[in-house]
């Protein structure tokens, strides 16, 4: 007999089974000991009985600790105590890892929970949090595959300085030289579009980012895509489409993981199949102010505007046709007025804010080389990428999407970092 999960067991009761894992609660009571054993499945109450157990189980038993990993096998009975109403007698029960005095035992900072992270992991909150993180990743792969024919490609980590945002740079030493760190993969999927057409890939951008948010991250797994021969018109159904199906993939796959996040599965059907809100900058921009009577002209939304606009919504909205002013130079401008540029930012509701900038990419040399004129930029420091717009260019479109925000949206988390198994923030890099 082999061993089985907790899950499968639980499943298999009554029965004899073997099972291992790890030991997340244990406690002596009159002549017996309940170990509450996990595993990634599932958790399950396993009893020793000193009465019916040789004096060389019971020892092992008493010497096992707090998240030492054991072996075990024994018989499972229905027990409406128990947690899922199953209990297993112990009849055989090895350490294999004895733990030390785990330091995480009851109530303890958040601050502390990060600097203990590589153990913190373990707790029902992150696994549930990973699993649902890996839906949404899944997912996200399965949509461009399935949906778009698009084949998944990578660009580099290590870049020359030309990106957008200098500020928010990381420096690096290069045998000498100083490069950076990328921001974004877009300028390589536009390259490689010319030979795959549909691309996307999943890769960690970093960002300087100095605001302490609950969104920001300074490295933060991004999902981009690079679409030739389309509009924003297509654009924004291909962002809508994913994210609706994303958002289905983790209704079908995580309820359990959602409930116990504390995110009510029912409150994310409408995001998985209602039409989602479409509005132009300024339209958003009149409703912003209503509140933040400040804000005149073009200005950006930062995350406090974001979470105005969007706490009392159901679903995403699309932000498009920002003034030309608020987007990098690459954005392609709207021909009706020279004034907007042809992107899309999507916005999650419940106060979320942005998980994806998008947009049209100026295709043509002529008005690349005019737009990169009027904001200052030299052409020849955006060599490679302006060379693309001289053979063979094409319109396309694409965008970014921050897959931890996503994730930190669709379980309902306080901060990013929940969401996230080493998170990398202004004060923390470690563990
Ligand atoms: P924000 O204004 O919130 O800083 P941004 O406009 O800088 O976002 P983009 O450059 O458009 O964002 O990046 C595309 C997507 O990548 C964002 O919509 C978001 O989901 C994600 N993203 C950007 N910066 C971060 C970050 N520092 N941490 C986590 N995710 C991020
Ligand atoms: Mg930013």
């Known amino acids: 007999m082999g061993f089985i999960k907790i899950l499968e067991a639980i499943k298999k009761c009554p029965q004899k089974a073997k099972i291992r894992g790890w030991i997340k609660r ?101 696994r549930d949090a990973l699993k649902v993180r890996d839906t949404v990743f899944r997912a996200f792969r399965e949509f461009m595959r399935k949906e778009l024919n698009a084949y998944e490609t990578q660009g580099a980590m290590f870049v020359s300085g030309m990106v957008e945002g200098g500020s928010t740079l990381f420096e690096v030493p290069y045998f000498g030289k100083k490069i950076y760190l990328t921001q974004s993969s877009q300028f390589y999927l536009e390259a490689v579009m010319y030979s795959l057409g549909n691309v996307y890939t999943i890769a960690p951008s970093f960002r300087a980012e100095k605001s302490k948010t609950t969104r920001h991250l300074t490295e933060f797994w991004h999902a981009e895509g690079e679409f030739p021969w389309i509009g924003l018109k297509e654009l924004l159904d291909i962002e809508e489409n994913m994210i609706k199906y994303m958002v289905r993939a983790v209704l079908e796959q995580n309820e359990i993981e959602l409930k116990a996040l504390g995110r009510e599965p029912k409150t994310l059907e409408p995001s998985a199949y209602k039409k989602y809100d479409r509005m132009r900058y300024e339209e958003v921009l009149k409703i912003v102010q209503k509140r933040f009577p400040y ?16 706490k009392e919504r159901k679903v995403p909205l699309l932000v498009t046709h920002y003034p030309k002013e608020l987007k990098p130079f690459y954005h392609r ?38 737009r990169m004129k009027e904001e200052g930029l030299s052409p020849e420091q955006y060599g490679w990428y302006v060379d693309l717009r001289r053979y063979g260019s094409v319109p396309h479109a694409g965008f970014g999407l921050g897959l931890d925000r996503f994730t930190a949206w669709v379980t309902k988390a306080q901060h990013i970092r929940d969401v996230v198994p080493f998170p990398r923030t202004l004060n923390r890099y470690y563990p």
């Open 333 to 370: 401008l709207d021909p009706e007025d020279n004034k907007h540029v042809l992107c899309c930012d999507v916005l999650a509701p419940e106060g979320y804010g942005e998980i994806i900038g998008s947009g049209e990419r100026i295709w043509e040399l002529k008005e690349m080389l005019e």
């Open 26 to 126: 244990m406690r002596e009571h009159k002549g017996k000991i309940f170990f509450l054993l996990r595993d990634e499945t599932s958790e399950l109450q396993c009893v020793a009985d000193s009465e019916k157990t040789n004096k060389e189980l019971w020892q092992m038993c008493l010497n096992a600790t707090i998240e030492s990993s054991v072996e075990l096998s024994g018989t499972l009975r229905r027990d409406e105590r128990a947690p899922h109403g199953v209990e297993l007698s112990i009849e055989d029960f090895k350490i294999i890892g004895l733990a030390e005095k785990f330091p995480i035992q009851k109530d303890f900072s958040t601050e502390f929970l990060l600097d203990v992270r590589h153990l913190w992991l373990r707790s029902a909150k992150m």
């Open 295 to 310: 804000l005149k002209g073009a200005t950006d939304f930062g995350e406090k505007e974001e979470r105005e606009i969007t």
